[in-house]
Nanobody
């Protein structure tokens, strides 16, 4: 069993930045891909970004150019750097890891973008 613990969420003004972290309870080397999804109130969960072990990344169109996902295998951690945040980025952000055929999710961290 693997635990994923997200941190770094909070309240930020529009245009601000946050860096989310997802710490795994064991090595993430075999996790492929790892990613971040988000769920806003009344909406379905959507993929924000994902990264594979080779470093390739994918981003949702809504966040391209504003968000960067990275992973540090030595620290068993995946990061999501979010810049130029907008009110529509408000959501609970979840970390996800695939260790085929298993899928793990964190408990989520709230991001609120508001003035």
């Amino acid at each position: 069993q693997v635990q994923l613990v997200e941190s770094g969420g909070g309240l930020v003004q529009p245009g601000g930045s946050l860096r989310l972290s997802c710490a795994a309870s064991r090595s993430i080397f075999s996790f492929n891909p790892m990613g971040w999804s988000r769920q806003a109130p009344g909406k379905q969960r959507e993929l924000v970004a994902r990264i594979i072990s080779g470093g390739s990344t994918n981003y949702a169109d809504s966040v391209k150019g504003r968000v960067t996902i990275s992973r540090d295998n030595a620290k068993n951690t995946v990061y999501l750097q979010m810049n130029s945040l907008k009110p529509e980025d408000t959501a609970v952000y979840y970390c996800n890891a695939i260790d085929y055929p298993l899928s793990y999710w964190g408990q989520g961290t709230q991001v609120t973008v508001s003035s």
